[in-house]
């Protein structure tokens, strides 16, 4: 069985006449329950929920701290290529921009490499646009190889593949996937995702799945906020971990909360995630997933991020690059334009000042 079946099951689901039906007493049940239902996840995302966010919040921040002490874990992403054979109206990568292209050579994979290194950090997310052509399974495996040489966790973000290649992958070194189904709603899926490759909705939906069933140690997955409608984007999105946490469990489920940033061909978004609603959108996932990695990427903004540290995240990216070769000599554009400009050790040393533990590395292969 795959998650599209469980997700065919909320097609005509009236998730407005649900909304409207909560109310406060449903909530605050919600809020105090040990092992939440997809109905209490509703209520904890309903509208009606924001005014409750406090008591949300202190919950979240009671759960984390169980399950994950005062720690925060810390990752770096590094772009190998932007060639991409597809075209999505929302992304600096997508084929019909004309950006500067770049792949990086091995020689140039283990130079950033090498810069990356010496912050610390031990947890790398290696990333390429979604062109197999240009970076076929063969050179994925390679800047494994390099990539660990200087680090203990190695994490892809790359094209969709198959069960197959993910466990090719999983023999040259990778430990993680992340892979976002960007949005969950099937007619706007097609509507953002034009051509390519990436158009192939189902594909992509069962690509955590296949991960999983390779082998992987992680998953990580979202929906990338601004396309869809928010409260049923967040629900699908916390339903689709919880769906891959009951079914392999020896597999860790991470969610990362993406909000839509500027990048190359100006893509307006659909609906706007404020910072409240995100905060409520964390705070649920963390109730209805209390083991989840809560992942905050430097989309966001510094002040923003150190606030959300002391309700329920547990994973950050800390001097982040998007440009492929960003670390050293940076020609290109970058995917998506970040917020949090901060140095990784700056952004170490607020970790610190808060009262937590940053994590450098958590895994290491024996």
């Given at each position: 069985?795959?998650?599209?079946?469980?997700?065919?099951?909320?097609?005509?689901?009236?998730?407005?006449?649900?909304?409207?039906?909560?109310?406060?007493?449903?909530?605050?049940?919600?809020?105090?329950?040990?092992?939440?239902?997809?109905?209490?996840?509703?209520?904890?995302?309903?509208?009606?929920?924001?005014?409750?966010?406090?008591?949300?919040?202190?919950?979240?921040?009671?759960?984390?701290?169980?399950?994950?002490?005062?720690?925060?874990?810390?990752?770096?992403?590094?772009?190998?290529?932007?060639?991409?054979?597809?075209?999505?109206?929302?992304?600096?990568?997508?084929?019909?921009?004309?950006?500067?292209?770049?792949?990086?050579?091995?020689?140039?994979?283990?130079?950033?490499?090498?810069?990356?290194?010496?912050?610390?950090?031990?947890?790398?997310?290696?990333?390429?646009?979604?062109?197999?052509?240009?970076?076929?399974?063969?050179?994925?495996?390679?800047?494994?190889?390099?990539?660990?040489?200087?680090?203990?966790?190695?994490?892809?973000?790359?094209?969709?593949?198959?069960?197959?290649?993910?466990?090719?992958?999983?023999?040259?070194?990778?430990?993680?996937?992340?892979?976002?189904?960007?949005?969950?709603?099937?007619?706007?899926?097609?509507?953002?995702?034009?051509?390519?490759?990436?158009?192939?909705?189902?594909?992509?939906?069962?690509?955590?799945?296949?991960?999983?069933?390779?082998?992987?140690?992680?998953?990580?997955?979202?929906?990338?906020?601004?396309?869809?409608?928010?409260?049923?984007?967040?629900?699908?999105?916390?339903?689709?971990?919880?769906?891959?946490?009951?079914?392999?469990?020896?597999?860790?489920?991470g969610l990362?909360?993406?909000?839509i940033n500027?990048?190359?061909?100006?893509?307006?978004?659909?609906?706007?995630?404020?910072?409240?609603?995100?905060?409520?959108?964390?705070?649920?996932?963390?109730?209805?997933?209390?083991?989840?990695?809560?992942?905050?990427?430097?989309?966001?903004?510094?002040?923003?991020?150190?606030?959300?540290?002391?309700?329920?995240?547990?994973?950050?990216?800390?001097?982040?690059?998007?440009?492929?070769?960003?670390?050293?000599?940076?020609?290109?554009?970058?995917?998506?334009?970040?917020?949090?400009?901060?140095?990784?050790?700056?952004?170490?040393?607020?970790?610190?000042?808060?009262?937590?533990?940053?994590?450098?590395?958590n895994w290491?292969?024996?």
């Open positions: 069985m795959s998650f599209l079946n469980k997700l065919n099951r909320y097609k005509s689901f009236d998730f407005k006449n649900y909304f409207d039906n909560v109310d406060d007493e449903m909530i605050l049940s919600s809020i105090e329950k040990k092992e939440l239902n997809p109905f209490d996840f509703l209520n904890l995302l309903s509208p009606k929920a924001q005014s409750h966010l406090e008591k949300m919040a202190q919950k979240a921040h009671e759960i984390t701290v169980a399950n994950f002490g005062y720690t925060i874990s810390l990752y770096l992403p590094i772009y190998v290529s932007n060639y991409c054979s597809s075209d999505c109206l929302y992304c600096g990568f997508s084929k019909k921009n004309k950006i500067h292209r770049k792949k990086l050579t091995l020689e140039e994979v283990e130079i950033e490499a090498s810069e990356i290194a010496k912050t610390g950090i031990k947890h790398i997310l290696f990333l390429t646009g979604e062109s197999r052509k240009i970076t076929p399974l063969e050179y994925l495996c390679d800047v494994t190889k390099i990539l660990k040489k200087y680090f203990s966790l190695v994490a892809i973000e790359v094209f969709p593949m198959s069960e197959e290649d993910y466990k090719t992958l999983f023999k040259a070194g990778v430990d993680e996937l992340t892979v976002y189904q960007e949005v969950y709603d099937k007619s706007l899926y097609h509507s953002v995702h034009v051509s390519g490759e990436k158009s192939n909705y189902e594909y992509r939906l069962d690509t955590p799945q296949r991960g999983a069933k390779a082998g992987f140690r992680g998953i990580n997955i979202g929906t990338l906020f601004g396309i869809g409608d928010i409260q049923k984007e967040a629900f699908f999105s916390g339903l689709h971990a919880s769906y891959l946490s009951n079914k392999y469990l020896e597999c860790g489920i990362s909360i993406p909000r500027d990048a190359e061909g100006d893509f307006k978004p659909n609906t706007i995630l404020d910072d409240a609603t995100f905060v409520q959108i964390m705070c649920a996932y963390r109730l209805f997933l209390p083991r989840a990695d809560i992942n905050i990427s430097t989309r966001e903004s510094a002040q923003f991020r150190d606030n959300l540290l002391n309700i329920c995240a547990t994973k950050f990216s800390a001097g982040s690059k998007t440009e492929v070769g960003g670390y050293t000599k940076a020609k290109t554009e970058p995917q998506f334009e970040i917020s949090d400009k901060r140095e990784s050790s700056d952004v170490i040393q607020r970790i610190q000042e808060l009262g937590y533990e940053p994590v450098y590395k290491e292969n024996i």
